[in-house]
C-alpha cells in the first residue's frame, strides 16, 4: 500500500510517500481501508519528536518508532481481527488509528463507531481527535451545565470549533476567542460573542466565566485564572512554548500543582477517542447540532504541505487529506 513515512524526526520535509506493507490487525483490531484522514498538532510534535518527552513515553528515542503518521480517520472495515467482533467488513467507521497516513491502517475496534451518516468519509475524518478532546473538555474536565459561561480561546481551530458547538448544544452561553480573519467563522458556529484578541484582552478581568477552555495558547495561569469566577473551572487542552523537555506542558503541571489550594478548578487535559464518545458526536452530528468545519483538503501525496499550513497558524476549523487508494 502507500503510504507517507519518515524515518527521523524533522520538518515536514522528511517525509515521502514510499509502498509499504499493508497492516494486519491484531487483538480487537480492525484493519480499516482509509478514505480520509486529519491533521492536527499532535501530528506536528510526533513528526519533530518535541517536546523530547515524547520520545521518552515510547515513541523512539533517537528516531520514531513508527514511520506512518496519522490518527483520525474515516473509511471502510476491511478485515476484523481475533477477538474483534463489533464491525463487519463493509461497514463505513470513524475514528482513530494507527498510521491513518495510509490507504490502510488498523485501529482498535473501541476507538472506531459507524460514521455519521449525514457526512461524507472526508467530513468525518476531520471529527475524532478534536472533538472527543472538545467533549472530554467541556463535560468530563469542565462539567459544563446550561445557563453557564463558557470561554472557548482558540475558537476558530480544531478542537475549539467544535468546542464552541458543543458548549452551545449543552446550553451554555459561549464567548470565543479568536483572530481578526476569523471572527466571522467563529460566529457562524453560533458564539453569542466573538472577542478579537488582536483588538481585546480576553483575559483582562473584565469578564468572569464559569468556565475557560484555553486551547494550544501560552497565557500564563495567573492570567487565565482572572477570567475565572471564584469557583469557576479552568481547562488547558495543549500548548505552545515552553522548553525542549515538556514543551507547553508546564502549565498543565502547574495548574494541577495549585488546583488544590484554590477554590477554582484548574484541570488539565489527556483526551483519548472511545467508542462511547464517538457515537454521542455522530449523534449530535446526525441531529444537525454540530458540523466540522473543514478549511482545505489535500491529496495523500501533500501531507507535508498540510502541516506546514496547519503550523503556519492560518488554519479554519480542521484539515482533511484525502487517501484515494491507487489501482493494482
Sequence with gaps: MRAVVHDVYGPPDV????EVERPVPGKGEVLVRVHAAAVDQGVWHLLEGRPYAIRAAGFGLRAPKDRVRGMDLAGRVEAVGPGAGRFRPGDEVYGA?????AEYACAKEDQLALKPRNLDFEAAAAVPVSACTALKALGGAGG????QSVLVIGASGGVGSYAVQLAKAFGARVTGVCGTAKTDLVRSLGADEVIDYTREDPVDGSRRHDLVLDIAGNRPLGALRRAL???????IVGGEGGGRWIGG????????L???FVGQRL???????????????????????MTPAIDRSYPLEEVPDAIRYLRGGHVRGKLVIRVETAPR
Design 15 to 18: 517525509m515521502r510517500v514510499e
Design 97 to 101: 488509528g494507527n498510521g491513518s497516513f
Design 258 to 260: 495549585l488546583s488544590p
Design 229 to 235: 469566577t471564584p469557583r469557576g473551572t479552568l481547562v
Design 249 to 256: 506542558n508546564d502549565r498543565q503541571l502547574r495548574a494541577m
Design 267 to 289: 484541570r488539565a487535559l489527556a483526551a483519548g477517542v472511545p467508542h462511547d464518545d464517538l457515537k454521542v458526536l455522530a449523534e449530535l452530528i446526525e441531529a444537525g447540532s
Design 144 to 147: 459544563v451545565t446550561a445557563g
